[in-house]
């Protein structure tokens, strides 16, 4: 059982690539969530997804898109990465049923944009 | 202002001290609150959930004082291995989803 995993761990990219992180965990939580955590501040809220096929916006949504096509994945794209996208990015996931305050964290996904 | 404010630290404290954390929240309608936290480079990780009654689990103690929006972490007997970054959090329902809202994170060094 490897939980929630995450890939890649660290990328590097050019101002105006794009790319796409993906998450994946492999115990049947119906929630997922993408996070950004930048020096300074509290993980933000990117965009969520209740179930497969199902996506929501969190609170920093601008410049990201994610797909839910299979219940075990949940994948944050970048279609033009800026600079302002460096940072920390978490993928979580909780089960149906129970507090969506419990979340499994991912390891993370470093990213710079340069 | 942020959401959920904390002192950022960092509390270097020797094995054994007591320390405690303090968190205010600014909405008034958080339904929910926590304790997590994060090691270096680390994701991070549920500690304790937070009542108004208290609660306590070994060496931790968390408090919620709902009339001044204030959460308290206290850490008695301080271990080496209790080092890393404390997050507060909130949770409440807002803009159509459950939300939840993280501090920054309070970092603590515990020292021989």
């Known amino acids: 059982n490897a939980g929630v995993t995450q890939t890649p761990k660290f990328r590097v990219l050019k101002t105006g690539q794009s790319m796409t992180l993906l998450c994946a965990q492999d115990?049947?939580?119906?929630?997922m969530y993408w996070y950004r955590q930048d020096p300074g501040m509290g993980l933000r809220l990117i965009h969520y997804?209740?179930?497969?096929?199902?996506?929501a916006k969190g609170e920093v949504p601008d410049g990201y898109n994610v797909s839910r096509l299979k219940k075990q994945n949940f994948l944050l794209g970048l279609e033009s990465a800026a600079p302002s996208q460096t940072s920390v990015y978490f993928c979580?996931?909780?089960?149906?049923?129970?507090?969506?305050?419990?979340?499994?964290f991912g390891p993370g996904t470093r990213l710079l944009v340069l | 202002r942020k959401e959920v404010e904390q002192d950022p630290g960092p509390f270097n404290v020797p094995e054994g001290a007591t320390v405690a954390f303090n968190c205010t929240y600014s909405?008034?309608?958080?339904?929910?609150f926590f304790w997590y936290r994060q090691d270096c480079r680390k994701e991070p990780k549920l500690l304790m959930s937070?009542?108004?009654s208290g609660n306590e689990d070994g060496r931790f103690t968390a408090q919620l004082n709902r009339a001044s929006q204030y959460i308290s972490l206290l850490i008695r007997d301080s271990k080496l291995s209790d080092s890393a970054t404390y997050l507060c959090?909130?949770?409440?329902?807002?803009?159509?989803?459950?939300?939840?809202?993280f501090g920054a994170g309070t970092r603590l060094a515990v020292h021989p």
């Open positions: 979580a996931s909780t089960p149906r049923g129970a507090p969506r305050e419990t979340q499994y």
């Open positions: 115990m049947n939580h119906e929630y």
């Open positions: 997804s209740v179930g497969e096929g199902t996506t």
């Open positions: 909405n008034s309608a958080s339904q929910s």
């Open positions: 937070v009542y108004s």
């Open positions: 959090v909130v949770g409440l329902f807002s803009g159509g989803y459950n939300k939840l809202i």
